[in-house]
């Protein structure tokens, strides 16, 4: 049966030292006898690893965005130079004759 849901792209990410990545805090979500904390300890934790779930989403985002106007603008800059290097070269056959 197929997917009735279109299937995402997957997000691009940036290098690990490019200085736009995001930070994403250590998942610290793995807890040894889950289900037997406090119920105040239990909720902590759990807007905890919500609060870092939403924050590796925003960097997901922030960084797909900024790859993907590096890639539009290096697509831009790549047609432009295609489009003026034939004047160059009828400017130098032309100088040839």
Partial sequence: MAPTKEKEEKKLSLHINDPQAGYIQPDLSLQ????????????WNDARDEARAE????????????????????????????????KKAETSSAKAS
């Fill in 55 to 86: 924050a590796a989403e925003t960097v997901a985002n922030d960084e797909d965005k900024v790859r993907r106007d590096a890639i539009a603008a290096e697509a831009e800059t790549t047609a432009t130079e295609t489009s003026t290097a034939p």
């Fill in 32 to 43: 040894d006898d889950t289900g037997v904390l406090p119920d105040d300890l239990q909720e």
